[in-house]
């Protein structure tokens, strides 16, 4: 019973892998029981302790065990005293536990090893995880700043096309009142025209009816012909300065083209250039907070400084549009008095020819007596012809005055035009400057990612170094482990080879025993003969 109880503890010790210490003192187990705790030890992987002291396990219970030792790699401590073993199996069990313990040792340093390794590779690649997360927020700031940045420069240049746009809108305003000027000028052109052919069909009148007065006459008409002359040609160099005006407007208006197509080109730069910072942007990846700050309180004074500029700019413009509508209102009321005087000229015209006509059939009655009154009244008309022209020159003068006006306001909106266009250039010039900042600042990052890829691989390097230090240190292990591997073998060799020699000397001792034991058998038949045959016995058969 005892012997069934032990063989199914063995296998149950074979069986379990908890189990680390084992004490089987004084529990009277034979050669047998032994051979089946080897056979459990063979199968059994995780015991390191085993006591079995004060035993009868014998020579080939401790042979059996010393072969089990073989198989099993993880047995550290076994005690055999007082168990009748010989000593030399005794020394190849502790040889075998030595051999467990180096290897047991080597193998804890090299898990040691690795899993200090592997906590490192961790902690570099929970690190690198963490550089890399915090680059791609950096990237995604970096994003919307730049697209803040582009939506404030459209909108500025948005801005700057109302700005154009309202000028090109006050240019056509200044346009269509140039045409009514020179509406105006027209109309008044044709009413001298009107007052001409008057005076004509006048001097017509008198020559036939004053032939007496008419070399005083002819001298009158000489002089209302260069009076005529310098009108007409006042009103040539009207003409011509109204061409020039119609010069300079096309002139601004090409400008203005001009300026259309450097806007279209500013957009197109642009864009082109917003499409470089975003290839740029996604290629670039560090912290670029404190510039940030820097670049959002630059803009944020651009921006109070380009709505002071508007606001400046549309009180300007106002005050000047404000201007010029009292100046066309005046402008209107000149004309106005000027149609009316025309009016009241005509109608006196018309007065004059009835009474002419009347003074005409009076003359006939009395010619004589009235030729000095009508000269009279044809002289006193006369100066009142004089001094309508001279009021027509005087409202030609004006109205080149207000011409002079309009071209000093076009100047004036030219200049204010060009100050724009030094605006724009100087913006156009920021935003280069800007640019330029931040290539400079992507090329920056570039190289701080340069030099992180750097540190990066030479960690990466450093990790190639420690992995190629433990593909040699798993190299020696290797190594070490054949040696021991080879030097178990050749144990084991030498270890067969003095079991053999040890069976061949036990065999020859049992031979020695077996001539012995005959020897002494023999001897003990001769002794038992001598002793018949000497009379001694003799004596003693006789008693």
């Known amino acids: 019973m005892w012997e069934e109880g032990f063989s199914s503890f063995c296998q149950g010790l074979g069986a379990n892998n908890f189990l680390q210490r084992l004490d089987l003192r004084n529990n009277q187990i034979n050669h047998q029981g032994a051979g089946e705790l080897a056979m459990a030890l063979k199968q059994n992987a995780s015991l390191q302790e085993l006591d079995l002291r004060w035993n009868n396990i014998g020579l080939l219970g401790g042979r059996a065990l010393l072969n089990c030792l073989h198989s099993n790699k993880t047995l550290k401590r076994l005690e055999l005293a007082g168990n009748n073993v010989p000593s030399d199996i005794l020394k190849a069990v502790e040889q075998a536990m030595n051999h467990n313990q180096d290897r047991q040792t080597i193998l804890s340093e090299s898990q040691n090893r690795a899993d200090i390794l592997s906590k490192e590779v961790l902690s570099l690649k929970d690190e690198k995880t963490k550089q890399f997360l915090d680059l791609m927020d950096t990237i995604d700031k970096q ?196 149609e009316e005087e025309l009016s009241q000229t005509k109608a006196a015209a018309l007065t004059e020819r009835g009474q002419a006509e009347e003074e005409l059939i009076k003359v006939r009655n009395w010619a004589r007596l009235e030729e000095q009154q009508r000269l009279e009244h044809l002289e006193e008309k006369l100066r009142l012809m004089t001094e309508s022209r001279d009021e027509a020159q005087n409202c030609c003068l004006k109205q080149k005055q207000m011409v002079a006006e309009a071209q000093a306001k076009a100047n004036q909106l030219s200049l204010h035009a060009d100050g724009l266009r030094r605006r724009l250039e100087e913006l156009q010039q920021d935003l280069n400057s800007k640019e330029e900042e931040k290539v400079t600042e992507v090329n920056r990052v570039k190289v701080e990612l340069q030099e992180q890829i750097g540190h990066l691989q030479a960690e990466r390097t450093a990790q190639n170094g420690l992995r190629e230090k433990i593909a040699a240190l798993e190299r020696q292990l290797k190594a070490i482990s054949s040696s021991h591997r080879e030097a178990m073998l050749d144990k084991e060799g030498e270890i067969s080879v003095l079991l053999e020699k040890l069976r061949m000397k036990e065999a020859d001792i049992s031979r020695m025993r077996e001539e012995e034991a005959q020897r002494a058998s023999f001897l003990q038949n001769a002794i038992m003969a001598y002793v018949q045959r000497s009379p001694l016995g003799t004596h003693s058969s006789r008693k």
Do not use: P, W, Y
């Open 143 to 338: 994003r919307e700043e730049i697209a803040r940045s582009d939506r404030m420069s459209a909108a500025r240049v948005s801005q700057l096309q109302e700005a154009l746009d309202e000028q090109h809108s006050l240019i056509n305003s200044l346009k269509a009142r140039l045409q009514m000027t020179e509406a105006a000028l027209a109309l008044s052109e044709q009413k001298v025209c009107n007052l001409g052919e008057l005076l004509n069909a006048m001097r017509q009148e008198q020559t036939s009816m004053a032939e007496c007065h008419f070399k005083e006459l002819q001298q009158q008409k000489q002089e209302g012909a260069d009076q005529e002359a310098k009108l007409f040609r006042d009103l040539s160099v009207a003409e011509e300065k109204n061409l020039l005006l119609r010069n300079q407007v096309d002139e601004l208006e090409k400008k203005c083209k001009i300026q259309q197509d450097q806007l279209f080109q500013v957009k197109q730069d642009l864009t082109n250039t917003t499409a470089e910072l975003k290839l740029r942007a996604m290629q670039a990846e560090e912290r670029l907070e404190t510039e940030k700050r820097r670049f959002k309180q630059s803009l944020e004074d651009m921006e109070s400084l380009r709505v002071k500029e508007v606001n400046h700019l549309t009180q300007h413009m106002e005050a000047s549009e404000h201007s010029m509508q009292e100046r066309i209102q005046k402008l209107e009321a000149i004309r106005i008095a000027l």
